[in-house]
Structures are given as structure tokens and as C-alpha cells.
T-cell receptor
Framework: NAGVMQNPRHLVRRRGQEARLRCSPM?????VYWYRQLPEEGLKFMVY????????ESGMPKERFSAEFPKEGPSILRIQQVVRGDSAAYFC?????????????FGPGTRLTVT | GENVEQHPSTLSVQEGDSAVIKCTYS??????FPWYKQELGKRPQLIID?????GEKKDQRIAVTLNKTAKHFSLHITETQPEDSAVYFC???????????FGSGTRLQVQP
């Protein structure tokens, strides 16, 4: 029973480059959430997606960040023109559909370092 | 928006003692309250959760209590073991929205 999968686990980008983070939800889960964790801090909600739909992006920075969850394939969080302040651990979580439980299960995270 | 406060930020106990971590929240619409354990460099792991229609839930050495009127909930770990050492995060959810709002975390150290 595969859990939530994320890749890459570690990503190094120079300032100005693009970062693409991938998340495959747990089998049977159709809801995906992205959270960001700065060093020594809690997790901050970024965006909530279902297949082909962004449901809530209230935590996403207005510029340079975008997310998608296509009909086929993983969810992708894209950060354009990265800056040093984007260095953080990015966690994806998934949950089952509406009308079921609310538990969110997290992937191992992608640790982004911007040099 | 929702505001979650978590205390204490660090907690050191002797093996076998109990540990209690408390969280308060601001949005009365919140109705789902999970707790996560995160070891260094690892993913947050769901350890227990409670819904707003329940006052207490227990799973072996772990229990969570909820006071919805006062808007606070607590994690209780009994008979602590060194492997309980980790950072613990409380979280709250308005299930109409489904995004989790996390507390700032409690670093628990269990001394052997």
C-alpha cells in the first residue's frame, strides 16, 4: 500500500531558475494539499487541489508560484525565478474524497535549497 | 483567518513520565483536530485526531482532549519512551475548507 510519494527529495537551484516539485497521492486519494515548512517552523498551507481543479489557493504567494493536478500524472508545484527565501521543505499531503474521513497523510517532502 | 497557538515550545521529561501539550484556536467553525509527530528530517506523521462532537479520544499511550467551548485541545502521552522524542504539531481544520492550520510545534525530549 504505497503512501504519498514526492520527488525529488532534494533539489538545488540557483537564484532565477525554476523548481518543479512532484507529488503522487496515496492510492484511492483524490485530494492533494501542498504545505511549506521553513526551518524550525510549523507547516503553512499553500494550495488544495482535486483532479484538474484548484479548490483553495489562499496560501499561495501571488507571484512565481503555481500548482496543478492534471487528469493523468502527479500534482506539480512550480516555482519560477526562485529566490533564497524559497528555500524550505515542501510537503504534499493527500486525503480521500468528500463524504469520507478528513485525515491528511504526508509525503516525505522535497527540500529545496536556493543558492 | 484561523490562529493556532501551541505551548510549550520545548518539553523535557524523564522516561516513564507523562507529557502534555496544549493548543488553542480562534475560529469556532473549526471542527477537526489532528496531531502530528515529526522526527528530524522526516515527514509529519498523523498520530491521533478528534472531531468536534467528541470530548476525548484515546489510543494506547496517547490521548487527546477537546474543549470546544474554550477552543482548546491537548495531547497527552503517558509512560513516555525515548522514541517519543520528536516535534509534535497540533492542527485545526474547518472541514468546509479542508486546509490544515498548524501550531508552531513542541519539541519533546524524553530523557532515558
Amino acid at each position: 500500500n504505497a503512501g504519498v510519494m514526492q520527488n525529488p527529495r532534494h533539489l538545488v537551484r540557483r537564484r532565477g531558475q525554476e523548481a518543479r516539485l512532484r507529488c503522487s497521492p496515496m492510492k484511492g486519494h483524490s485530494h492533494v494539499y501542498w504545505y511549506r515548512q521553513l526551518p524550525e517552523e510549523g507547516l503553512k498551507f499553500m494550495v488544495y487541489l482535486q483532479k484538474e481543479n484548484i479548490i483553495d489557493e489562499s496560501g499561495m504567494p501571488k507571484e512565481r508560484f503555481s500548482a496543478e493536478f492534471p487528469k493523468e500524472g502527479p500534482s506539480i508545484l512550480r516555482i519560477q525565478q526562485v529566490v533564497r527565501g524559497d528555500s524550505a521543505a515542501y510537503f504534499c499531503a493527500s486525503s480521500a474524497g468528500p463524504g469520507s474521513t478528513y485525515e491528511q497523510y504526508f509525503g516525505p517532502g522535497t527540500r529545496l535549497t536556493v543558492t | 483567518g484561523e490562529n493556532v497557538e501551541q505551548h510549550p515550545s520545548t518539553l523535557s521529561v524523564q522516561e516513564g513520565d507523562s507529557a502534555v501539550i496544549k493548543c488553542t484556536y480562534s475560529d469556532s467553525a473549526s471542527n477537526y483536530f489532528p496531531w502530528y509527530k515529526q522526527e528530524l528530517g522526516k515527514r509529519p506523521q498523523l498520530i491521533i485526531d478528534i472531531r468536534s462532537n467528541v470530548g476525548e479520544k484515546k489510543d494506547q499511550r496517547i490521548a487527546v482532549t477537546l474543549n470546544k467551548t474554550a477552543k482548546h485541545f491537548s495531547l497527552h502521552i503517558t509512560e513516555t519512551q525515548p522514541e517519543d522524542s520528536a516535534v509534535y504539531f497540533c492542527a485545526v481544520m474547518d472541514t468546509g475548507r479542508r486546509a490544515l492550520t498548524f501550531g508552531s510545534g513542541t519539541r519533546l525530549q524524553v530523557q532515558p
